[in-house]
Nanobody
Framework: QVQLVESGGGLVQPGGSLRLSCAASGITFNMYAMAWYRQAPGNQRALAAAITSGGSTNYADSVKGRFTISRDNAKNTVYLQMSNLKPEDTAVYYC?????????????WGQGTQVTVSS
């Protein structure tokens, strides 16, 4: 059974920082690309940051220079360090695990963690 369990969300003031964690189980973690998506009320879910199995990273323009995604394959965990947070970063943040093979693709999602940026 695959599980992605997010933690670390909460309420933070503008300019503050948070670190999200996503612990994975039931998958061969080092074979999966991992990503953080976010969804604000009334908006579609959108990619915030991604990291390949090899460690290459990709960021949405809106978070470049403020967010850092990283992974610890020994702990089967992916992190999102968020700094200089803005009210527009308020959203539910979802962890995604993606496997792309020759014959199939697999996607798994966490349950989401709320991040609220407000004074």
């Amino acid at each position: 059974q695959v599980q992605l369990v997010e933690s670390g969300g909460g309420l933070v003031q503008p300019g503050g920082s948070l670190r999200l964690s996503c612990a994975a189980s039931g998958i061969t973690f080092n074979m999966y690309a991992m990503a953080w998506y976010r969804q604000a009320p009334g908006n579609q879910r959108a990619l915030a940051a991604a990291i390949t199995s090899g460690g290459s990273t990709n960021y949405a323009d809106s978070v470049k220079g403020r967010f850092t995604i990283s992974r610890d394959n020994a702990k089967n965990t992916v992190y999102l360090q968020m700094s200089n947070l803005k009210p527009e970063d308020t959203a539910v943040y979802y962890c995604n695990a993606h496997y792309s093979g020759i014959t199939r693709q697999l996607d798994y999602w966490g349950q989401g963690t709320q991040v609220t940026v407000s004074s």
